[in-house]
Each structure stands twice: as C-alpha cells, then as structure tokens.
C-alpha cells in the first residue's frame, strides 16, 4: 500500500502565496508520475500540474507562470509553490501518484480570499 499526505493548505489573501507538500510512503517500488489535482465546489476535480519521474512537467492553463511543481525523489516528496493566487483557486488540493498502481491523497483545502 501506499500513503500520500499532504500539507500546507490554509487560507490567504488574494495575490498571496502557499507551498504544498505530498508525501509518499509504503509500497513504492516505481514512480511515473505525481501530480497535484485540485476542485472547486460544484467543479469536477482537474489536473492543476504533474511531473514525470525524468522531470517533465505539465500545468494546467489557469495556473501557468503562477504555480511551479517540485519533486524530491529521495524523499518521494513532491510540492506545489502557488504564488499570486486568486480567489479562483480556491478548491481542495490533491495528490495523485501514477506507479504500480494509482493513488490519491485526502486533499488539503486553499481558501483565497479576495
């Protein structure tokens, strides 16, 4: 099995910044993707960005130049810096992890306020 948690939501202000984190532990035997997924109330969830285990990464529209994603892979850890946020990324945040199997995190809640 594998566990992810995630970290570092909260509310701030609008044009403010957060870092998440996502933590991978248990069964880890391979690594493709991990990524950071995030809904709005009465929105399907939506890729918000991934990177692949070579580092290639990809971000949704709404968030590019905004949002930069990390990864640590000897802490199997991977982050989400969301800098000038606005009210519209208020949602619950979380991470998936694409290996031996597919695996989401509890989410983390952002609340911007404006």
């Known amino acids: 099995q594998v566990q992810l948690v995630e970290s570092g939501g909260g509310l701030v202000q609008a044009g403010g910044s957060l870092r998440l984190s996502c933590a991978a532990s248990?069964?880890?035997?391979?690594?493709?993707?991990m990524g950071w997924y995030r809904q709005a109330p009465g929105k399907e969830r939506a890729l918000v960005a991934r990177?692949?285990?070579?580092?290639?990464?990809d971000y949704a529209d709404s968030v590019k130049g905004r949002f930069t994603i990390t990864r640590d892979n000897a802490k199997n850890t991977v982050y989400l810096q969301m800098n000038s946020l606005e009210p519209e990324d208020t949602a619950v945040y979380y991470c998936?992890?694409?290996?031996?199997?597919?695996?989401w995190g509890k989410g983390t809640l952002v609340t911007v306020s404006s």
């Open positions: 990177i692949r285990s070579g580092g290639s990464t």
């Open positions: 248990g069964s880890i035997f391979s690594i493709y993707v």
């Open positions: 998936r992890l694409l290996g031996t199997g597919d695996y």
